[in-house]
Structure formats: structure tokens, C-alpha cells
């Protein structure tokens, strides 16, 4: 996606706090290819709990990549929550997250569905509002249903983007660095990504173009790449992280830690390339969310800003 890549490159380039090491990071890509470390867990839990309906499927999708946003504040509460809360939704009553019908739904209702424990969820309000906003362009544009789309997108992962992107204020993640807009698009790519992972590549999950996809930039894959000294953070920076000051949304650091991570996944696909191994920037993020999560609380801490992007 040259907005994603172009405009995060030129951060990379003019970054004051955060650096690439590019031998660290060729001896991790090594390290990793030699332990098949690549070879990412496939993401099928979706059919075996959704019996495979592929419209249910994307539908399913389209909520939780609405609302898989900045977990970090409340303990006890990660994005598998999210998932198996909806999921279990789906499987009660698949009609209770159509457009129509959250349009009607009352915010305690939404609380009871998907936070019963949290009534105070972090950013519970914003999320009840992305999903009422979400679900009125469907309406208006869409004849209520996700499904129309993503058959807009006429099996190209760059036109499904651009859509949400344009069509979907929630999916409009992007920055000014030094006066430039610089685009991230986590969530609206991760939901394509999904969409495709889920589906693998078939029916409603088929794209032509889904190389365009950049790594999605979240807080696990920086935490997991600052670890490994892949990114280097400048004392500054690396000390708020340590003691887990918030990083406000829009600052140099926020943007220029997302940038570093889009673009270091693509050096670290070109590195598998050099060993004959091809990689999609999306499978080198699985991988690398994979290790972040399964070593979370190993690791140093990841950077905490308060946003409904990521
Ligand atoms: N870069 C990237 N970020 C990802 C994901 C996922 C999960 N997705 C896959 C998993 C199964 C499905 O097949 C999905 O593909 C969640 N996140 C982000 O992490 C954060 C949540 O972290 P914690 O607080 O620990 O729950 C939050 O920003 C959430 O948005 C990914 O895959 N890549």
C-alpha cells in the first residue's frame, strides 16, 4: 500500500527517537528462518466456531476489527476476550450485529453483550459510537450489509481499503509528522487480513493484491521488535516506556515507533526474500504479533497511547 509504506518511510528517514538496526535485525531474520519461526499458527478459529458461513464470517470480522482497539489500560480484559465475546454473540443470534439491529441497540445492551465485567471498559462509549457509526454507513451505502462491500472491492485488498478508509471514519488512521500525513490503516487492514486469513484466500476472502498489505501497527509488534533491539528507542523514549508514562496520540514518538515497525517489516520481508523464503508483510506480522503476545510478560513494556486506531 504505497500511502502506508511512502509516507512511513519518510518518517523512518527522519526519525529523532527511534532507529532500525538493520544487523540486529539481519541476525534475527536468520535466527528466525533457521527455527521455521515463519511458519506462523494458522488462523482458523473462526470456522470451527462460526460452522463456516462465510458471510457470517465477515460479518463477524467486520464488528471485532471495529472495536480491536487499545486493550492495554484494563487488566484482565485482551483482545481474545473481544473475540470470544462476539463470537459467542454470533452464535446465539448472528442477526443481534447486523446493521440494522445495532442501530437499535441500547449502550447498556452493548455493555452487557461484549464488556458484562467492564462497565467501565476503556473507551467503551467510543466504541459503542464506532460501531452505531459504522453501522449507518452500511445503511446508507451499503443496503445494511458488510458483504456489499467487500464485493465493491471486486477482489482487490487496495479498493477494499480505500473504501473503508474513505467510507468509515473509525478506519481513518493517520498522523501529521513534520506537517506530512502519514498513514498506519491498522485496523481496516487487519480486518482485510483477516478477511483473507479467515476465508483462506477464497470466495469473500479472495484478493488479488493482498502483497499491498502492510505489517499492521499496533503496540505488540513494536514492543516485541524494541526487545529484540530491532528498534532502538533514544534514552528519552526508552525510559517513559520503562515506566509506563503515556505516549500521547500524534506525538513524534507515537508516529515515529508505528512508522519504524511498518518499515522494519519490510526489511525483514526482504531479508527472508534473500533466503528463499517469500513472505507477505501480513505473515511476517502474525509472526512477530505471535511472539509479542506469547512473551508479554516477559518482555519490556510497549508503548501506551490512548487511541481508538490500534
Ligand atoms: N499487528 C497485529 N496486531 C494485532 C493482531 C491481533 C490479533 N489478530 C489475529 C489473531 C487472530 C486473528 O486471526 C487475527 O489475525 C490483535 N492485534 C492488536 O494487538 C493489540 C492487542 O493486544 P493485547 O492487548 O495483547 O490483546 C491491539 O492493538 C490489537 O488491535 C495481529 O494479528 N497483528
Known amino acids: 500500500m504505497s500511502l502506508v509504506r511512502n509516507s512511513c518511510q519518510f518518517v523512518s528517514d ?42 457470517q464470517i465477515v460479518d463477524f470480522l467486520f464488528i471485532l476489527d471495529s472495536l480491536n482497539f487499545c486493550f492495554w489500560p484494563q487488566k484482565d480484559y485482551e483482545y481474545e476476550n473481544l473475540s470470544s465475546a462476539i463470537k459467542e454473540c454470533f452464535q446465539k443470534c448472528p442477526q443481534q450485529f447486523k446493521a440494522e439491529s445495532i442501530l437499535k441497540m441500547t449502550f447498556e445492551e452493548f455493555q452487557q453483550l461484549l464488556f458484562p465485567n467492564f462497565p467501565n471498559f476503556p473507551l467503551i462509549t467510543e466504541r459503542f459510537r464506532l460501531l452505531q457509526h459504522a453501522s449507518e454507513v452500511l445503511m446508507t451505502f451499503f443496503e445494511g450489509e458488510f458483504v456489499n462491500v467487500i464485493k465493491a472491492a471486486k477482489n482487490s485488498a487496495a479498493k477494499l481499503l480505500n473504501i473503508l478508509t474513505t467510507q468509515f471514519l473509525g478506519f481513518q488512521d493517520h498522523a501529521i509528522y513534520q506537517g506530512r500525513q502519514t498513514f498506519f490503516y491498522k485496523r481496516s487492514q487487519i480486518l482485510i487480513g483477516d478477511i483473507y486469513a479467515a476465508l483462506k484466500g477464497q470466495g469473500l476472502g479472495k484478493f488479488n493484491d493482498i502483497e499491498i498489505l502492510t505489517m499492521f501497527p499496533d503496540y505488540r509488534v513494536p514492543q516485541i521488535l524494541n526487545q529484540l533491539n530491532v528498534l532502538q528507542y533514544d534514552e528519552e523514549l526508552q525510559n517513559m516506556i520503562k515506566n509506563e508514562i503515556e505516549i500521547n496520540h500524534g506525538s513524534e514518538y507515537e508516529i515515529e515507533i508505528r512508522a519504524n515497525s511498518v518499515i522494519a517489516v519490510e526489511l525483514i520481508k526482504e531479508e527472508f526474500k534473500k533466503l528463499g523464503q517469500k513472505l507477505n508483510s501480513i505473515e511476517v506480522d502474525w ?6 503476545e506469547e512473551l508479554r510478560f516477559d518482555i519490556v513494556p510497549h508503548h501506551r497511547t490512548l487511541s481508538i486506531y490500534y
Open 287 to 292: 509472526m512477530l504479533w505471535q511472539m509479542g
Open 14 to 55: 527522519n526519525s529523532k527517537h527511534v532507529k532500525i538496526n538493520k544487523e540486529e535485525l539481519q541476525k534475527q531474520v536468520n535466527e528466525w528462518y533457521i527455527n521455521n519461526k515463519h511458519k506462523y499458527k494458522e488462523f482458523d478459529e473462526y470456522e470451527c466456531h462460526l460452522g463456516g458461513d462465510e458471510e
